[in-house]
């Protein structure tokens, strides 16, 4: 009686094994239906500032330690290290690492990289943003300090090239390229067409912005000129962290609320991935530059690279 009781546990065990194995072969196959694994980033020897891009390395190994923003255009990929209160520019192509300048540990602190290789800082608790070159030298400074009361985020719109800031109270502000404020969006003086739209967090591809609106906890696409043109994912998002759009106008968002990527398609919510889904430990920011997402994990001190799959091949 002893032994048939206990084979009977053994194969009860044995299928629950194999249901636990099925499932989570499962959700890494259901990942890899929206991101191929291609290398991870821990560090990488340094190289000297330079305006132009392949510098090879040629100095000591810098090890990431808390990588919490990151920003990719082409072969530069910018990271703010709060661990080591840097800020680092990646040569993808050398895989080298340059210390740019210090930068607060502080939380909030955002960056964007422009079109022409420039990376755009923002320091809530300097209430400013700043454009830096390739190699750290400061560009221009935008800042308005009795409208932008608490800069939240900075997107550069595609189609007119204008920095677009929002605050922490949901207003967003168009900037001239050299600096000065152009003017709030469209709508009432706070930049947005009515009530109920707003941002704090932003993302742009090369056809539109979109950003999270944290009174709905949904996003809200914009078209160049500020109007409201779309909002979706009421009811799915519980703490949106930080967004980031593809080539296909699929949205990506880190949900910190319950430890997730999940990504929107035309409105529709097509996927919730946990960060054991993609071999990493935490997530913690996200940029898409055309066909590649890099995904930092802070506590692992490691940016995840991965191939962006487009919906035709799922």
Request: hydrophobic content about 40%.
């Amino acid at each position: 009686m002893l032994r048939i009781l206990a084979g009977s546990m053994f194969l009860a065990l044995t299928q629950i094994a194999g249901a636990d194995m099925g499932s989570e072969a499962a959700a890494f196959e259901h990942a890899s239906a929206f991101l191929s694994p291609y290398r991870m980033i821990v560090g990488g020897f340094s190289a000297p500032a330079s305006p132009v891009p392949g510098q090879p390395p040629s100095g000591a190994y810098l090890k990431l330690f808390h990588p919490s923003a990151l920003t990719a255009n082409g072969p530069d990929l910018y990271v703010v290290d709060s661990g080591q209160r840097l800020l680092l520019r990646i040569d993808t192509v050398s895989q080298s690492i340059t210390p740019l300048r210090e930068i607060s540990p502080l939380p909030g602190v955002r960056i964007k990289a422009g079109i022409d290789g420039s990376v755009y800082v923002l320091r809530p608790d300097r209430g400013e943003v700043t454009r830096l070159t390739r190699d750290g030298r400061p560009i221009v400074t935008f800042s308005a300090k009795y409208e932008v009361l608490q800069p939240a985020d900075i997107v550069i719109e595609p189609t007119l090239n204008r920095p677009w800031i929002s605050d922490a109270a949901g207003g967003v502000f168009a900037f001239h390229p050299s600096g000065r404020k152009s003017e709030p969006l469209v709508g009432r003086g706070d930049g947005f067409p009515d009530e109920l739209a707003g941002a704090t967090l932003l993302a742009a591809n090369r056809v539109h912005v979109a950003g999270i609106d944290p009174r709905c906890r949904c996003i809200v696409d914009f078209d160049r000129d500020g109007y409201v043109i779309g909002k979706y994912g009421e009811g799915k998002l519980l703490n949106p962290s930080d967004i980031a759009l593809d080539a296909h106008d699929r949205t990506w968002v880190i949900d910190r609320g319950d430890r997730s990527l999940k990504i929107f398609d035309h409105g529709e919510l097509v996927a919730t991935l946990k960060p054991a889904q993609l071999g990493l430990v935490d997530l913690t920011a996200i940029s898409i530059d055309v066909y590649h997402a890099y995904i930092a994990d802070a506590p692992s001190g490691r940016i995840g690279v991965f191939g962006v799959t487009p919906p035709s091949r799922r």
